[in-house]
């Protein structure tokens, strides 16, 4: 919703500016100049990108709209893990096959929808797992593991922002494209009455300033809350491999998931006790 309101408060600030310089609306709106880079920054997304990142590209659009990972997505994420590996400490290792093999059945899992939505996250987690209960695996060839797990998914992530940036730098050089497109129009017409060649002149300076605007009050500001948006995406799946990491070195549940919780953004951090508190009801909840 801030992006919505920042492209508002871009236009706004641009047509308010413009018309109290008591310029003519309607001059602005030459649809052939949108036709022009709008198509062409299209066919540029197009002919760099795959399709897989142009779903992506949509995909994180449409999340900006969301709140993104709250303090209760990182609560529930730490108190998933205590429970996991209590199974672990009171039934040993075996114990938690049955909830990695079948996460949708678990009795543990099954409690966090959020964390089953996310399939990254479920899949690194379970095959993580997968891992700890065969055993042989020393802690830095088990971290090294997941850091090329971590490192993958960051840069597929990465992509749709780095892409819509690459059109972002391309789009004031198709504004000029558009521009030398009505300077030869107007060349054209060049004895023709002075109000027609000013209006052509307008027109094709509008192209060199649609492509500007474009630019950078809406496609590279975009980018980057893509970007920021992918950067803090991933501080739950470190959070994830810090815990699974403590646990794999053998220390008790409580401690495995303050090393998780030590890495997740002061913003949405929850305190000790606050984890401490959700971890002691979910343990009254399992007595009663």
């Not at 929850?270 to 984890?275: D, G, I, K, Q, W």
């Amino acid at each position: 919703m801030i992006a919505i309101i920042g492209f508002v408060v871009v236009a706004a600030s641009i047509i308010a500016g413009y018309l109290m310089e008591k310029g003519q609306l309607m001059v602005l709106f030459q649809p052939a100049e949108f036709l022009i880079i709008g198509g062409a920054a299209a066919g540029t997304l197009l002919v760099g990108v795959p399709l897989k990142v142009l779903k992506a590209i949509v995909s994180q659009i449409a999340a900006i709209m969301g709140t993104g990972r709250t303090k209760k997505s990182y609560v529930d994420l730490l108190v998933m893990m205590y429970e996991l590996f209590n199974v672990a400490r009171k039934d040993g290792l075996v114990g938690l096959e049955s909830h990695i093999e079948n996460p949708e059945k678990s009795n543990v899992l099954s409690k966090y929808p959020d964390i089953l939505k996310d399939h990254h996250a479920l899949s690194f987690l379970v095959d993580t797992m997968r891992l700890v209960i065969m055993g042989g695996i020393p802690e830095y060839d088990l971290e090294a593991m997941m850091d090329l797990d971590l490192d993958t998914h960051h840069q597929e992530n990465i992509q749709p922002s780095t892409s819509l940036a690459r059109v972002g730098d391309a789009l004031p050089g198709l504004g000029i494209v558009a521009a030398v497109l009505g300077v030869v129009i107007t060349m054209g017409a060049i004895d023709g009455p002075p109000a027609e060649i000013g209006e052509k002149v307008g027109a094709a300076l509008v192209g060199t300033f649609l492509g500007i605007l474009l630019s950078y009050g809406f496609v590279q500001p975009l980018a980057a809350n893509l970007q920021t948006m992918t950067e803090d995406s991933g501080r739950y799946y470190i959070c994830l491999k810090q815990g699974l990491l403590a646990f794999h070195k053998g220390f008790a549940a409580s401690i495995a998931v303050e090393f998780a919780r030590r890495v997740i953004g002061s913003d949405v951090r929850p305190t000790f006790s606050e984890v401490e508190d959700a971890c002691r009801a979910t343990k009254m909840t399992k007595a009663a």
